[in-house]
């Protein structure tokens, strides 16, 4: 009987349990999360060579003119080392990660999620998900406010492959925004990409004018109306300026190139 318990317990049935349980649902990037990862013995007694946890997220690949969802790894985290688990046992280990800064926003469809395994030699890896939401910086609101302020309405937030734009992962996350008032007629959309670090955020604008006349249209479709624009502020610049002045200084800086 024992060996046909470990045997089942080697393909996952009457395995250990695994359960994360968070302190929040809700996080920004950059903040800290704890939790607690219970566990709960199978049938047979087990080793258990450490539980990881992983931070998830999905974007959107092209290839062969056909779009489709590739899960990513933002981050890993080690929780526990070795240690033998007993039939039934249950055992608690405290969590503490910090997420990384370019961990995406939950707007639109970009899911984030930590995954919870237990590294069993010899056997399917008892795993939990829990879904986590994360919201805007300070930094980063205050750049969504400003930009409400001058009437664009975000229209898509999206995560994309592009290798070339992300910094240290194979994607970023895009916001797309229409223009309601002041560059209405001017602009088609405006979008922008965060890069935070720990001690400041960057964007970088793709602003898309609106073709006029002919010379407009043969520019738009060489994609010649499109510039790319940078601009950087530390944190402490963000907060000192908040969305007022950070509106004034985008409209100037939009303005340039319309």
Not at 52 to 61: A, G, S
Not at 205 to 215: N, S
Request: with cysteine.
């Amino acid at each position: 009987m024992s060996m046909f318990n470990r045997l089942l317990a080697s393909v996952g049935i009457g395995n250990a349990k695994v359960d994360t349980l968070l302190e929040h649902v809700r996080y920004a990037p950059g903040d800290q999360v704890k939790g607690v990862v219970k566990i709960v013995g199978g049938q047979v007694a087990q080793q258990v060579d450490g539980i990881r946890l992983t931070l998830m997220t999905q974007y959107l690949k092209e290839s062969n003119d056909h779009k489709h969802w590739v899960n990513c790894e933002l981050a890993r985290y080690r929780v526990s080392e070795a240690f033998s688990l007993q039939p039934n046992e249950e055992r608690d280990f405290p969590a503490l990660i910090t997420l990384p800064q370019q961990t995406p926003l939950t707007i639109g469809n970009a899911p984030v999620w930590l995954k919870t395994e237990l590294d069993i030699a010899s056997a399917v890896d008892p795993s939990d998900q829990d879904r986590i939401e994360i919201v805007p910086s300070v930094e980063q609101s205050i750049v969504i406010d400003a930009l409400n302020r001058l009437g664009f309405r975000l229209r898509k937030a999206e995560c994309e492959y592009a290798p070339r734009l992300g910094s240290v992962s194979p994607f970023v996350q895009e916001f797309e925004f229409v223009p309601t008032s002041y560059f209405r007629g001017e602009l088609d959309e405006l979008e922008v990409i965060f890069y935070p670090t720990e001690h400041q955020l960057e964007l970088l604008l793709q602003i898309d004018r609106r073709a006029r006349g002919l010379g407009g249209w043969l520019s738009e479709a060489m994609d010649s109306d499109e510039t790319f624009v940078r601009y950087r502020l530390s944190r402490d610049e963000w907060r000192r300026l908040g969305a007022e002045k950070v509106s004034t200084q985008l409209a100037e800086l939009i303005r340039k190139y319309v």
